[in-house]
T-cell receptor
Framework: DQQVKQNSPSLSVQEGRISILNCDYTNSMFDYFLWYKKYPAEGPTFLISISSIKDKNEDGRFTVFLNKSAKHLSLHIVPSQPGDSAVYFCAAHGGTSYGKLTFGQGTILTVHP | SQTIHQWPATLVQPVGSPLSLECTVEGTSNPNLYWYRQAAGRGLQLLFYSVGIGQISSEVPQNLSASRPQDRQFILSSKKLLLSDSGFYLC????????????FGPGTRLTVT
């Protein structure tokens, strides 16, 4: 039972345009959502998060939107840069204890110059 | 500032051999610690987590075990490796005060031959 799903395995975007990465979840007990960025052969790095009581959080070029009724969140990157090319994971917290996160399968973002 | 270390960075082991991967965290006390595995083309699978010395919880039945002999040390082990144990192993931590963002180490690439 996959509680967090990223249905797009890959996304290709032109430099300067907007990248939109999507994530769906099933567990209504999740109370916090996070996005991580991962380069090959490195550990994921934390990007941005959002509490379930909010619907938007912005940090520079990165904005996360949460639609609780649809159990859907998205990460917007504007403008996209070639250095943003990486695997992006969404993760959800809650529904369990001890700070455990449930991760999606990841989306490979490629930003073309 | 906090730092997380993992070693070795890469490892090639024959089937049936033992395994020991080590993770240490600096600059924090009483962290929650986590072991994840990323199989080729897959997402992050939580293997074990620990909220304190000697306290280990297993998420997935498997050929691996974990131990936490010291507050900031987390070890992943196996007595006999299987081919299916190949993957990228990641250690992560959060402080024990209620934060949700997990911070990851650089990872270990394990290839079982």
């Amino acid at each position: 039972d996959q509680q967090v799903k990223q249905n797009s395995p890959s996304l290709s975007v032109q430099e300067g345009r907007i990248s939109i990465l999507n994530c769906d979840y099933t567990n209504s007990m999740f109370d916090y959502f996070l996005w991580y960025k991962k380069y090959p052969a490195e550990g994921p790095t934390f990007l941005i998060s959002i509490s379930s009581i909010k619907d938007k959080n912005e940090d520079g070029r990165f904005t996360v939107f949460l639609n609780k009724s649809a159990k859907h969140l998205s990460l917007h990157i504007v403008p996209s840069q070639p250095g943003d090319s990486a695997v992006y994971f969404c993760a959800a917290h809650g529904g369990t204890s001890y700070g455990k996160l449930t991760f999606g399968q990841g989306t490979i973002l490629t930003v073309h110059p | 500032s906090q730092t997380i270390h993992q070693w070795p960075a890469t490892l090639v082991q024959p089937v049936g051999s033992p395994l020991s991967l080590e993770c240490t965290v600096e600059g924090t006390s009483n962290p929650n610690l986590y072991w994840y595995r990323q199989a080729a083309g897959r997402g992050l699978q939580l293997l074990f987590y620990s909220v304190g010395i000697g306290q280990i919880s297993s998420e997935v039945p498997q050929n691996l075990s974990a131990s936490r002999p010291q507050d900031r040390q987390f070890i992943l082990s196996s007595k006999k490796l299987l081919l299916s144990d190949s993957g990228f192993y990641l250690c992560a931590w959060i402080d024990g005060t209620g934060g949700v963002e997990q911070y990851f180490g650089p990872g270990t690439r394990l290839t079982v031959t």
